[in-house]
């Protein structure tokens, strides 16, 4: 099993979300973050004022998947959330050693599904 953790735009979420609800990938865990890299922020003006911005708004989905699966996650999430520019988000994998469904005891693939 892997896990899938990827931050994005947070406009580009609701896309994503009935992309991977197509291949049937239903459990997600989805945060609203803020951060920074090679963006390094924006400025913005209010009343007047300008001010800089650092951390940009983005949303961050996790998913627990069969390791099988991985490279067909990865071009979804590429092909939905790219706009081809500075700020598009990351993506992370990384290996799971087991998971276990707490109202069950299921455990490894059948605690994912």
């Known amino acids: 099993m892997k896990k899938i953790e990827t931050i994005i735009r947070p406009e580009q979420f609701p896309r994503l979300r009935k992309k991977l609800e197509e291949v ?21 003006l209010f009343r007047g004022t300008s001010y800089e911005i650092k951390l940009l708004p983005k949303v961050k989905v996790e998913m627990v998947i069969e390791s099988e699966n991985v490279d067909e996650i990865i071009k979804i999430i590429e092909s939905t ?28 693939k059948e605690a994912i599904v």
Not at 30 to 37: D, K, L, R, T, W
Request: one cysteine or more; charged letters at 20%; hydrophobic letters at 30%.
């Open 24 to 44: 049937g990938i239903n459990g997600l865990t989805v945060s609203e973050v803020a951060g920074c890299g090679q963006q390094r922020g924006k400025q913005a």
């Open 81 to 108: 959330c790219s706009t081809k520019t500075v700020g598009d988000g990351k993506i992370f994998v990384l290996p799971i050693e087991n998971a276990i469904r707490i109202r069950t005891g299921e455990s490894g």
